[in-house]
């Protein structure tokens, strides 16, 4: 039995390759660049789930591992990651495999969609890596509506997961409780509402914590996601059982029938295959029901110790709180054995993620579980599980730079430094000739910054001439609206006036008729005055003839 489980001639190079790198990590000549975040928003939960090792129902704080509660407000968010931040972290580190790869960022822990920021954070990280992959892992106990722009949060996720541990109501409130399932289901589908809208990319996926509880429902689960739409694939794990949670040891998939297991299997399988959504299963439970050969831990032939690899440790990710301290070394580690490990190693909490990843002890740590030291806190892990099949078979993407590589690289380097040398006597010349371009350049910049400065001082005036124009205008047309007014004043008073000389006229004539009349009355008279005249004697005539003088002096 023990020949299954020598190690192969791949998983001994690859086991010597990264011992080196220990090494040099330990003595400070070697560098892993950071590559993937996990950050808490919050470490709050809603829920109490039964096999939760982090949340309790019994714990005052109802937070993760009962800590002081806390929520990260967007402008705590925005001091933490900006892009320089994140540059300094992930391009710094002599080991860049996962350069051209695109950032990861997790929120994790709590129940992230409590966060009533969350849009404002997910377009910061959207803004600062607008290539990374975001993922958000949700109890499904929040809908869209409950969350402050929540209609907009799918349009910066790569990934929406939801913990679904039950197909029926009974088994899924039994276990996540005090969820009620259909309102989950609800939340769900409103969710994959709000996708239809955005997009045709698969982005959601539930996560499954398997046990003798729930795994007769795992066919179930894939049709529900398959009917729901926008789900890529079902993540699959064993149920973990802590110290605290000693009872549940019974619900493990190790204690139930394998044959009846693996048919529950099987049977997810096709139902997978028949509707394209992926079963992703870590090979912890392919290797309970003998769905492939056993792997790992793994013998050194020399002297049967054991090795362990797990790519927590090496490919650049990190749990960080909101200050930008590390939060623990691995999520899947159970009961207090991060805080034991962190302070056996010295392993600085403070300081930036790429210092903490690098630091000595985070080294030493990696080189005790390549050489068996640390089965107590990681025997039986399905995530390292996977790592002994890859590194079984396939050589670890790491550069180590030995001295005849460095010497090479200096050889290169001084050649590259004799060209650049030259090049820079070019570019010296070069220098002069645009230093003297730029002095003329600047000399006619402040010509035209002088013309500038007269041409305003004209625009000011031909301003300040226009305004006067206006105002004169404005009087003038002031003006010409009272003249309009008193001329058609005069053409009433030139109308009347007119009127009033015709009929002036008419009375003229009207009295020269009148006048003639009067004189020839005038004249009768007279004749009639003088025939009675001449027809007396003088002396009865006299008074006669004083009135023909006074009638002729009327005349």
Known sequence: MKNDIFMSSQLKANVLKLSQVCMLGIDGEFALPMHEFC????????????????????????????????MMTSEQYR???????????????????????????????????????????????????????????????????????????LQYVDILGFSM????????????????????????????????????????????????MNIHELPDLISLADSLGGFDFI?????????????????????????????????????????????????TIKRIFD????????????????TQFCTYL??????????????????????????????????????????????????QLRKDLLEGKLLEVCNGCSYGSKDYYYMSETPYDIEIETKDMLKDKV??????????????????ATNVEVSQNNKAIQKRNRELIEENVALHATNVEVSQNNKAIQKRNKELLERNVALSADNADLVLRNKYLVETNESAEERCIQLEKTVFEMQN??????????????????????PFRWLKSIVRDLK
């Open 79 to 153: 001091k933490l990651l900006s892009r320089e931040w994140v540059d300094q972290q992930r391009f710094r580190g002599d080991n860049q495999s996962t350069r051209n790869e695109p950032f990861i960022i997790n929120f994790t822990h709590g129940e992230s969609l409590l966060n009533p920021d969350i849009v404002d954070i997910l377009i910061h990280t959207r803004d600062v890596l607008p290539d990374a992959k975001i993922k958000i892992l949700s109890n499904g106990t929040t809908s869209p509506n409950s969350i402050r722009r929540g209609e907009e949060l």
């Open 521 to 542: 009355r005038n004249s009768s008279l007279e004749t009639q005055i003088l025939t009675i005249l001449n027809s007396y004697s003088w002396k009865v005539t006299t």
């Open 291 to 306: 769905l492939e050969k056993p792997i790992g831990p793994l013998y050194y032939e020399t002297d049967n110790r054991l």
């Open 39 to 70: 950050i808490a928003l919050t470490n709050r939960c809603n829920l109490h789930c039964i096999m939760c090792p982090f949340c309790s129902s019994e714990y005052e704080n109802k937070t993760y591992h009962n800590e002081k509660p806390f």
């Open 411 to 428: 050889y290169i380097l001084r050649t590259d430094i004799t060209k650049l040398k030259e090049e820079n006597v070019v570019l010296r």
């Open 235 to 283: 993540y699959v794990q064993p149920l973990l059982v802590g110290d605290k949670k000693h009872y549940l040891e019974a619900l493990k998939l190790e204690n139930m029938n394998k044959e009846e297991g693996r048919g529950y299997i099987e049977k997810a399988l096709e139902r997978s295959e028949k509707t394209g959504i992926r079963l992703i299963m870590v090979d």
């Open 165 to 212: 541990d039950g197909y029926t109501k009974e088994t899924f409130e039994a276990i996540r409780t005090p969820a009620k399932f259909d309102k989950v289901i609800d939340n769900i589908r409103q969710w994959a509402g709000l996708r239809e809208k955005i997009t045709s990319r698969k982005m959601f996926r539930f996560n499954v914590a398997l046990s003798k």
């Open 314 to 363: 090496w490919n650049g990710l990190m749990e960080l709180n909101p200050d930008g301290s590390m939060r623990e070394i691995c999520c899947n580690m159970l009961d207090g054995h991060n805080d034991e490990l962190m302070k056996h190693y010295q392993i600085p909490q403070s300081g930036t993620p790429f210092e903490i990843y690098n630091s000595k002890g985070y080294w």
